[in-house]
């Protein structure tokens, strides 16, 4: 599985952004989903996770009430949808997945995931 991770860039401060991760294959609804992030010399952080039926999420403290993950299985895509963004949320965004038998299991530990995309540039400009 091949995950390709789309949509950062570079905003101010309170601005929006949606990066979106589309899996390669035909089984993207059997997949659980996470998004992580990693700060220049910081280690990778754990931003939020998703059930493979989408009615379970789990977010990083960090960003609870700002961040919101979502996935449409017909499109095969994965959202993080990334509201009042702060300079401290500058990072390599890096989506995962891995597959899940429970349908409504979320992930938040990075050893949980075996599917790694090469991750997108969120800056945040104060």
């Known amino acids: 599985v091949q995950l390709q991770a789309s949509g950062g860039g570079l905003v101010q401060a309170g601005d929006s952004l949606r990066p979106s991760c589309a899996p390669s294959g035909r089984t993207f609804s059997t997949y659980a989903m996470g998004w992580f992030r990693q700060a220049p010399g910081k280690e990778r952080e754990f931003v939020a996770a998703i059930s493979r039926n989408a009615q379970s999420t789990y977010y990083g403290d960090s960003v609870k009430g700002r961040f919101t993950i979502s996935r449409d299985n017909a499109k095969n895509t994965v959202y993080l949808q990334m509201n009042s963004l702060e300079p401290e949320d500058t990072a390599v965004y890096y989506c995962?997945?891995?597959?899940?038998?429970?349908?409504?299991?979320?992930?938040?530990?990075?050893?949980?995931?075996?599917?790694w995309g090469q991750g997108t540039q969120v800056t945040v400009s104060s």
């Open positions: 995962a997945a891995r597959s899940a038998s429970d349908a409504y299991n979320v992930y938040f530990r990075e050893r949980s995931y075996t599917y």
